[in-house]
């Protein structure tokens, strides 16, 4: 769509913010269930520092597989609920009878919804 390059930083700051905020939610709750996991094997003190660089070296050792599983997660649920579920829900829902050509054009945008999960499952293989 023209004009809205902007959207592509603004989304990546609203989702970086979003992002270290959880952070500190699920970051107490994980060293909370980690200290009771090792009990008094690691000092409290240590915990903290040791989830991060746990979670640092398994970031740098999976960050490829992690994408690639993201990539196939994305492509077939967001193609499934930007084009499949919405029309298919508005085709059985809709109290009009839908005409021929409506019928073309949902058909064909079940068809593109299946081709691109499709499409993102044989990239993923």
């Known amino acids: 769509i023209p004009h809205l390059g902007w959207m592509s930083p603004v989304a990546a700051f609203g989702m970086t913010v979003k992002m270290m905020s959880s952070q500190a939610l699920s970051l107490t709750a994980l060293s909370s269930v980690v200290e009771g996991l090792l009990g008094e ?4 003190i240590a915990v903290a520092p040791l989830l991060l660089v ?8 999976f960050a490829a597989s992690v994408a690639t599983l993201l990539s196939l997660i994305g492509s077939v649920f967001c193609m499934n609920i930007a084009f499949v579920l919405p029309v298919i829900c508005y085709w059985k829902l809709a109290q009009e009878p839908v005409s021929g050509i409506q019928r073309i054009f949902f058909t064909t945008l079940l068809f593109i919804g299946f081709s691109f999960a499709l499409l993102g499952i044989v990239a993923y293989l």
């Open 41 to 44: 094997v690691v000092p409290r």
């Open 54 to 61: 746990t979670s640092a070296v398994v970031a740098s050792r």
